[in-house]
C-alpha cells in the first residue's frame, strides 16, 4: 500500500522515524507521500527523502499558510524540486475558507502561482478545499483547458460536489473520515460513484485517526492505513485487495511513481 497523505514532520511521527517507519512497513505500507505545508517544511522533506527514499513528498504552501508567500517562495520551491528525486507533486495548496488563517486574498494568490509551478515543474497539484468549492473551481477552470493532473486530498463532501471535481479529471484521496459514524455518511454514499482509476487512500496522519478503530490508539499512524482500505473498500463495493491494488496503481500513474 501507499498512503498518499502523511504529515510527516509532526513531532509523533518525526520523531523515532525510523521505529515508525519500521511499523508502518510491517503493517504493509510501502512508501508515503509526506506533505509539505510550506517552504520551510518543503526544505525538511527534501532533506528527509535523502535518507529514506521510501519516502515521496510534495513541495508547496497549505492555504493556511498562504499570508508567508512571497515573491522568492516560487524561486526556492524549484530550487528544492532541482535537489530532490522524491518530489513529486505541487501542494498541499488551494483554497480554505473555512477557518481563513490566511486572508482570502493571499490565499488566492499563492494557489494561483502554485499551479504555475506545477504547470512549469511537469508536476501534480495536491490540492486541499474546505468551505471554497465555488472559488476553486474557478480558479482551476481559468488555468486548464483539459484535464486537471493532480488530487483533490481528504475528500469528506457529497457527490455532486464529486462529480464536479471528478469532471476536471482529478483523483480523490480517501481517509479515515470514511469511518466516522456522525460525519461520514455523505462519503461512504459518494465513494460508490468514484471511477476505479481515480481513487487514493491516504490516513492524513496524525490527524483524522478513524473513530471506529479499536483499541483507540491518541494520534493517527500510516501504519492504520490497512484500516481505511477496509473501510473503503466496504462501501465502494470491492474486496479490500482489489481496492489495494487499484489505489497502489492509481498513485503510481498519477505521481510518475515508475519512472
Not at 501534480?124 to 482551476?140: C, K, Q, T
Not at 455532486?160 to 462519503?187: A, F, P, S
Request: hydrophobic share 35%.
Amino acid at each position: 500500500m501507499i498512503d498518499i497523505g502523511v504529515n510527516l514532520t509532526h513531532p509523533s511521527l518525526l520523531d523515532s522515524l525510523g521505529e515508525n517507519i519500521e511499523q508502518w512497513q510491517t503493517a504493509g505500507v510501502s512508501n508515503i507521500i509526506a506533505i509539505a505545508s510550506d517552504v520551510t517544511e518543503s526544505q525538511k522533506l527534501v532533506n528527509i527523502s535523502q535518507t529514506h527514499p521510501s519516502i515521496y513528498h510534495t513541495l508547496g504552501c497549505h492555504p493556511h499558510h498562504a499570508d508567508n508567500w512571497d515573491s522568492q517562495s516560487s524561486s526556492i520551491i524549484k530550487q528544492l524540486y532541482s535537489q530532490s528525486d522524491n518530489a513529486i507533486a505541487i501542494g498541499e495548496t488551494g483554497l480554505d475558507f473555512n477557518r481563513n488563517y490566511s486572508t482570502q486574498d493571499n490565499q488566492i494568490k499563492a494557489f494561483n502561482e502554485q499551479i504555475e509551478l506545477g504547470k512549469a515543474l511537469t508536476l501534480p497539484l495536491y490540492l486541499h478545499e474546505r468551505d471554497a468549492e465555488e472559488h476553486m473551481l474557478s480558479i482551476l477552470n481559468n488555468h486548464f483547458v483539459n484535464d486537471i493532473k493532480g488530487v483533490l486530498h481528504c475528500f469528506t463532501a457529497n457527490k455532486e460536489t464529486l462529480k464536479r471535481y471528478l469532471d476536471l479529471g482529478l483523483y480523490i484521496g480517501i481517509t479515515g473520515w470514511i469511518c466516522d459514524e456522525r460525519r461520514g455518511h455523505e462519503l461512504q454514499d459518494a465513494i460508490k460513484y468514484i471511477p476505479k482509476d481515480r481513487i487514493l487512500i491516504e490516513t492524513d496522519s496524525p490527524y483524522l485517526l478513524p473513530r471506529s478503530l479499536r483499541p483507540r490508539p491518541k494520534k493517527n499512524h500510516p501504519r492504520f492505513l490497512p484500516y481505511i482500505a477496509n473501510q473503503a473498500a466496504l462501501y465502494a463495493g470491492l474486496s479490500e485487495a482489489e481496492l489495494i491494488q487499484i489505489t497502489i496503481k492509481n498513485t503510481k500513474q498519477l505521481f510518475n511513481l515508475e519512472k
